[in-house]
């Protein structure tokens, strides 16, 4: 199965489709994690196969294509050549809704089930397994092979996980793995949104700090860009740690069960909390730049009202003059 979200233009609005939680979570899950809404769909032939790619959305602005892909063999290098030509398809379709690769995620989930016994059994393809999840082609060191296996995850004696940046295999005898394909979703998207909002920021601070490197005297900004600007970081600032404390409601909901013990594995693998520490690093660079602003506006504002104190008071030495002048003519005419 192929995983692609990406950022695009329009609202993506359709019929809530329901998210699926059975293996452990509290009930109230399902009702605070974000939730796809149905887009639409189309098809295409991929390696001789007919293949649905199905669209969902994450309102507002997040488009979600997935596609699924039978193979006979998925212990196969070639595996990795027929998800490329998913994502090729995929990414074709999010440009055509306008969305932007650069800020996009994808992400490769290998399912195997219908097996009998425990799904350790298919760890002697561990050399394989390891290049799938990496979707690379090289066959990768025996350590690099160890690492990559030891991010893994057991609910049921039957069922195996093993989660890795690229992607992620999952065991399951029955085939029931809609929960982890839910989280592993989920998880992608809280990356993708993590990359928006830190994108946003950089664009922000760049703008606002271009703004308060220039002097302020003859080519200094007026009052009125200066107030603009401070109601525009106050502005972006408040949506920012908004959305950055949604993200975190949404991670914290799922609780501490069978689906919170795999997404945090998820999570750990996608760097998303060092994406968290560095948006927490960019909010408090731009309240640094607030104080400066609001200190360069207050200096601006004391400068101008001691100029206007030193004319009035040279007006009224000049007044003083004037009137000792016209007092002097006055009295020697008389």
């Not at 975190?248 to 945090?264: H, L, P, Q, V």
């Not at 601006?300 to 040279?314: G, T, Y």
């Amino acid at each position: 199965m192929s995983i692609l979200l990406g950022e695009v233009p329009q609202e993506v609005r359709g019929d809530v489709f329901p998210p699926s939680m059975n293996k452990s979570a509290p009930a109230y899950v399902t009702r605070t994690v974000p939730k796809q809404e149905v887009v639409g769909q189309e098809a295409a032939t991929v390696d001789g196969q007919e293949v649905v790619f199905e669209l969902r959305g994450y309102p507002p602005d997040i488009l979600l294509i997935r596609a699924v892909l039978e193979i006979e063999n998925i212990f196969d290098r070639e595996t990795i050549s027929l998800g490329q030509k998913l994502f090729q398809y995929s990414r074709g379709i999010l440009n055509s809704y306008g969305g932007d690769l650069a800020f996009s995620e994808d992400y490769n989930v290998f399912v195997v089930s219908g097996y009998e016994g425990e799904p350790e059994q298919f760890l002697v393809h561990a050399p394989v397994i390891a290049s799938l999840l990496k979707s690379e082609r090289l066959e990768l060191a025996e350590r690099e092979v160890e690492y990559t296996l030891r991010s893994q995850i057991k609910y049921a004696k039957d069922d195996l996980a093993i989660v890795d940046w690229d992607g992620t295999i999952l065991f399951d005898a029955e085939g029931d793995t809609e929960e982890d394909l839910e989280l592993l979703t989920l998880a992608n998207l809280q990356l993708l949104r993590h990359r928006i909002l830190d994108r946003q920021l950089d664009e922000r601070l760049a703008e606002i700090g271009g703004r308060v490197d220039k002097p302020f005297g003859r080519m200094s900004l007026s009052r009125r860009e200066i107030a603009e600007d401070l109601r525009a970081i106050v502005r972006d600032r408040t949506a920012s740690i908004s959305e950055l404390q949604r993200l975190e409601r949404d991670i914290k909901m799922i609780g501490d069960w069978y689906s919170a013990r795999f997404y945090e594995l998820a999570r750990g693998k996608f760097k998303i909390e060092e994406w968290h520490r560095s948006i927490r690093g960019k909010l408090e660079s731009l309240e640094d730049i607030y104080s400066i602003v609001v200190e360069n506006f207050t200096v601006s504002a004391k400068h101008r009202a001691e100029w206007v104190q030193i004319i009035l008071f040279f007006v009224l030495q000049v007044g003083w003059f004037v009137l000792i002048i016209l007092e002097f003519f006055y009295f020697t005419r008389h």
